[in-house]
DNA sequence: TATTGTTATACTCTATAACTATA
DNA sequence: TATAGTTATAGAGTATAACAATA
């Protein structure tokens, strides 16, 4: 198997950049892939309802749903769905906004807290486990030079850009 | 950096490894979200069905439906599915095995060949665009960074491995 | 009128498992 | 019994659109 995964369709040519992102491709999808296996097998959660907290837990006073809805760059049906889960195992609670009463504030719960840091936790170690291939400097080479990537995306016409359509202006 | 002692060091890096995961898949779902967009809108397609007309577009002769299905490491349902697709829409066809009656060849047709080197061409050029925030030189080295990553996912207890689940033995 | 959030719905992608026909 | 392929089903994950309540 380990000849045959994407990257193979381009190994008959020079063609620099396609070989490039098909490596790039299939590294983050293999990595990804077993962070998704552990995370349903050691935790029974999936990665959306997980960066879901991990967006909480860097907001300590807590996200109304459209600003998670903008954060994890999903629609708000998807927010709604989710936090329902969370709240229903008791992870999170929504609370009344104070002045605006169309609106919720999202929060982690205590328990949601503790757990979630405990998730976090294996996660990150997993993390340096997948990446253990690369040594400190070498990570930190990559690093840098996908800071040269992500500010080009980033400037690329917002038409292109994946996640859903934004309201022009 | 190098005034910590080993513990903060030690911390200092896992850090280091989360961050660096953080962006990479930061950089490499937008990629892959514009090439869907596209496909989608210039093509009317999909990246598993884009994968599988490469695969075949690789091997003239044609491949098994247990072949594609290991290539593109998906279950063997999935690859009917799409399949059937690609062939109610002329761009492949199943051809009886001469020698063995449980299996198929799968095989482009002329106008499928014709359609799929359109694509994979303005495919291509869309990399060489989202990748042009490297220089060829910055690519290489990405390249070459990410080889060594491959080479240490590739060598992880198939257990974690992302995809079907292979029998054992 | 615009915005917040919910509901309903649909489509893609993928997995598992039961099944048929053949080896 | 084992394998190739199909069918059926389920569940992530995501989007769009219509809607109610509120701003």
Redesign the pocket.
């Known amino acids: 198997m380990t000849e045959l995964d994407l990257e193979s369709r381009a190994s008959d040519h020079d063609h620099q950049a396609l070989r490039l992102w098909l490596r790039l491709l299939t590294c983050t999808h293999r990595v990804e892939g077993v962070i998704?296996n552990r995370l349903r097998q050691d935790f029974a959660t999936?990665?959306?309802?997980f960066d879901l907290l991990a967006q909480l837990e860097r907001s300590p006073d807590g996200l109304?749903?459209?600003?998670?809805?903008k954060r994890?760059?999903?629609?708000?049906?998807?927010?709604?769905?989710i936090?329902?889960q969370l709240e229903r195992e008791g992870l999170v609670v929504?609370e009344a906004?104070p002045?605006?009463?169309?609106?919720?504030?999202v929060k982690l719960t205590p328990s949601g807290r503790q757990q979630f840091k405990r998730m976090a936790s294996t996660h990150e170690q997993w993390v340096v486990e997948l990446l253990a291939g690369w040594s400190a400097e070498e990570k930190s080479q990559v690093h840098g030079l996908l800071a040269g990537l992500k500010s080009h995306l980033t400037n690329l016409p917002a038409v292109d850009v994946?996640?859903?359509?934004e309201?022009a202006q």
């Not at 109304?64 to 809805?69: A, I, N, P, Q, T």
């Not at 002045?99 to 504030?105: E, I, L, P, V």
């Not at 994946?162 to 359509?165: H, I, L, T």
């Open positions: 998704r999936t990665l959306p309802r109304s749903m459209r600003e998670l809805s994890l760059m999903v629609t708000g049906g998807n927010i709604t769905g936090t329902d929504r906004h002045s605006d009463r169309r609106s919720f504030t994946a996640g859903p359509k309201k």
